[in-house]
């Protein structure tokens, strides 16, 4: 199927071993319908806190704290 916005590296995907991570994402764009059209609202942006608001769908959290 036709994935809206996502590009994948092909030697990435097979190289660096992020296959499963990978998949996992991919299915839960899919299980969510985030697309290249999905509202994204930056919750938190700090030097160790990453907090994204996708569609009020899905919350995505990077960093350490």
């Known amino acids: 199927g036709k994935l809206d916005g996502f590009v994948l590296v092909y030697d990435h995907f097979f190289s660096w071993g992020i296959q499963k991570k990978t998949s996992d994402l991919i ?12 509202k994204i609202t930056i919750e938190a942006a700090e030097a160790d806190l990453y907090v994204a608001n996708i ?4 919350m995505v959290k990077i960093g350490s704290r």
């Open 27 to 38: 299915k839960l764009r899919k299980r969510t319908s985030i697309n290249a059209t999905s």
């Open 55 to 58: 569609d009020n769908r899905l």
